[in-house]
């Protein structure tokens, strides 16, 4: 079955293997990462991943091997050694969280870079390689498995990957708790303190199973970002979960694409897509973005010119009756710009109104809009006035503002606590709507958080 | 006759040696609604936790129907103060009332059509069903409050300690609340509630555990909720006890 790839051109084989390992170790990072971002523990799996270094140094010197047991029990030893240091100096010395972890992990892991410059050179262990990763040369490490040539890194990350994947199925209802109420979870009997160290004890293990080959920065991006990135994206911990392992595969993609594009480090070039990922995330975010808040307050502005017009209309026919407004009585009355000429337009080619010889005059859809931004308007200024108690004449500007948001539900509230009223303290009736009818903009009212 | 639902017994909790709560001994009735009163910084939700197992005893033991916590947890529920969680996790409101059924699968089982059964069922008593599928950062203050309780409503418990529940919420939620309590309460189970106003206290609850450091008072609204308690408790800051527990904790550091 690998006869397909052995045909290829071995520059494309070399660009798939890379792509490949990266993949996988981009999306074994962000399993876990996703419940790290989601516990508040962004930094400490960051620290983990550096201070784990000494650790796998110290297993290189006393084995002399890269094999994968040592080296991870040195990592898991020190990444022990790294929580007791931080929660013994938090607890015991009362210096505070975040500084405690600071110290510890920056300085296990210089006493990592420093060990790695005493007795790598014996042992063959680059700091340079340990931070920035060889992924360019994955395909130079390779074992020999049932006759075909397969490539150390992958066969170091999958098996991690494939118990990541486990671990996050198989307690997928205990770290779903643990994460969102870990309190209830304790009470409930899933002991929180050991799906933490379960969790770190795989971070440790993710870290050491990818520093060879990736290096530590790419670990530590893809253990944040990707879950970061997916946190804006999504409401749901299965989508978020998909959606960073997606965002870790791309990065693994775009920035193969990018390192040979511009000559540069390919997990360094990994590392940065994500960044950028994330960058468009904080933008472009369906719910969370900067792009559609700022569409959903454009909308917003639109729908308050809109119910500001109807409003003006349904006024001036009710001060005289009959009367109409001219456009332009309505352009000048609002100030002026144009959005209001665009709303307008808008109002007419929704029907809401329609443009007579004599004047702007409602539709039927378009009263039963207006009324009910009047009835608000009108309840609210009753409801300062009689429960509040402020003085006739200082109501109308705040109900002006508050009109746009009070939906019928919170209406009919306020008319049952003004009981039989029927006339505003300006001595106007308040509009009755249609019992079974809606407000026609029902849609977008329910849109407002 | 059964060993009642909660008895605590010389209890003393401690935050970083410093005592919080000293000696509290208490026993609760079955079938009643009880109210935990008392100022602030009363150790009110530390009494909560501490009985639950969620902060370590100083000294002192709990009993819970007889036994000890962990061998009586699927009796037992939960609903901690609303700000405790994050409510920008990703989780939906059936997500969360689905997680009251979790203890009683106890490890890895997940949840099938039984317990998203009862899920709607709690859904539907609390009135939320409708935004089931809303992440929850998008209600407001009293649909939060009630989706907590419905998942205390999934756990299916017999005893029930909430922490503050009122806190933020509409005054229609609060009557939701209470009347769902009083049904509990009617139904034989036993109700804890941690609770902040006085003026419902009467009219909300039938038994009252008056609380300030340690334990003022515990027993029957009628006989329990006097003026002579109620200035005990509030009255003045409990100078003596609080120099003593800061004398504990400077004498136990250097």
């Keep these: 079955m690998w006869h397909w790839f052995a045909e290829l051109d071995p520059n494309l084989q ?24 989601l516990r508040r523990m962004s930094l400490l799996g960051d620290a983990l991943a550096h201070a784990v270094l000494p650790g796998l140094v110290i297993a290189f010197v006393f084995t002399g091997t890269l094999s994968l047991p040592a080296m991870f029990l040195g990592a898991v030893a020190i990444g022990v050694l790294t929580a007791l240091l931080t929660e013994g100096l ?64 992958l066969v170091t990350i999958l098996p991690v990957l494939i118990l990541n994947l486990l671990f996050v199925v198989v307690f997928w209802k205990e770290l779903l708790l643990g994460s969102f109420d870990p309190a209830l979870a304790t009470a409930m009997g899933f002991r929180a303190g050991l799906l933490h160290y379960t969790l770190m004890c795989l971070v440790a293990l993710t870290t050491v199973a990818a520093f060879e080959q990736v290096g530590s920065i790419l670990v530590v991006a893809m253990l944040i970002v990707p879950a970061a990135t997916a946190h804006l994206c999504s409401d749901r911990l299965h989508i978020m979960l998909w959606l960073a392992a997606g965002f870790g595969a791309l990065s693994a993609l775009v920035g ?134 402020l003085p006739d004449d200082h109501v109308h500007e705040p109900a002006m503002r508050v009109e746009h948001y009070i939906e019928a539900p919170l209406q009919e509230q306020l008319a049952g606590a003004l009981g039989a009223e029927l006339l505003d303290p300006h001595g106007r009736p308040i509009p009755q709507l249609p019992a079974e009818s809606e407000s026609p903009n029902k849609d977008e009212r329910q849109d407002q958080p | 006759m059964s060993a009642p639902p909660l008895e605590i017994h010389d209890m003393t909790v401690a935050y970083h040696r410093k005592p919080v709560l000293w000696d509290i001994d208490v026993v609760v009735p079955e079938g009643r609604l009880v109210g935990i009163i008392g100022p602030n910084g009363a150790g009110k939700s530390t009494l909560i936790k501490a009985a639950l197992g969620l902060i370590p005893l100083a000294s002192g033991q709990v009993w819970f129907y007889g036994q000890p916590y962990a061998r009586q947890r699927h009796r037992v529920g939960y609903v901690p103060q609303r700000e405790s969680v994050d409510w920008d996790f990703p989780v939906t409101v059936q997500d969360v009332v689905l997680m009251g059924t979790y203890g009683a699968l106890g490890w890895v089982r997940r949840p099938g059509a039984r317990e998203r059964r009862l899920a709607e069922e709690c859904m539907e008593t ?96 009628a006989s329990t909720f006097t003026p002579e308690n109620l200035q005990k408790a509030y009255g003045g800051r409990l100078t003596l006890l609080d120099q003593v527990a800061e004398a504990v904790r400077r004498g136990a550091s250097p």
């Design chain 1, 14 to 37: 070399t660009a798939i293997t890379v792509i490949v390992v990266a993949t996988m170790t981009n999306v074994a990072c962000a399993l876990l990462g996703c419940f790290l971002v």
């Design chain 1, 90 to 153: 938090h607890r015991q010395a009362g210096v505070s969280e975040d500084a405690s972890l600071g110290v510890v992990f920056t300085s296990l892991f210089a006493l990592g870079v420093i060990l790695i410059k005493r007795y790598g050179q014996d042992v063959d262990l680059d700091p340079d390689c340990v931070l920035n990763g060889m992924l360019e040369m994955v395909d130079d490490n390779v074992w020999q498995i049932g006759g075909f040539e397969v490539p150390r890194a």
């Design chain 1, 256 to 389: 193969y694409a990018a390192a040979l594009i511009f000559d540069v480090n390919t997990a360094g070039a990994m590392a940065v897509s994500s960044g950028i990922f994330y960058g468009a995330a904080l933008f472009f975010s369906p719910r969370y973005g900067w792009v559609s808040r700022w569409l959903h307050q454009a909308a917003l502005r639109l729908r308050i010119i809109a119910e500001d017009i109807l409003g003006m209309i349904y006024r001036a026919e009710e001060w005289a009756a009959g009367r109409r407004l001219q456009p332009a009585e309505v352009f000048r009355g609002l100030g002026g710009g144009v959005w209001v000429r665009v709303v307008l337009s808008w109002l007419a080619w929704r029907d809401m109104i329609r443009r007579q010889p004599e004047g702007l005059e409602l539709s039927p859809a378009g009263r039963l809009w207006a009324a009910a931004v009047v009835r608000s308007h009108r309840l609210w200024e009753s409801y300062l006035v009689r429960h509040l108690g």
């Design chain 2, 126 to 221: 609390l009135g939320i069903q409708e935004f089931r599928h809303r992440q929850i950062r998008q209600l407001s203050g009293g649909q939060q409050q009630r989706v907590f309780l419905a998942r205390a409503l999934a756990q299916q418990a017999d005893l029930y300690f909430m922490d503050e529940p009122f806190v933020g919420v509409d005054a229609q939620t609060e009557k939701t609340i209470i009347g769902l309590l009083q049904n509990l309460r009617n139904l034989g189970k036993t109700v804890l509630v941690v609770h902040h106003d006085l003026q419902t206290v009467p009219e909300y609850f039938d038994f009252i555990i008056l609380l300030n450091m340690r334990l003022v008072a515990a027993g029957d609204m």
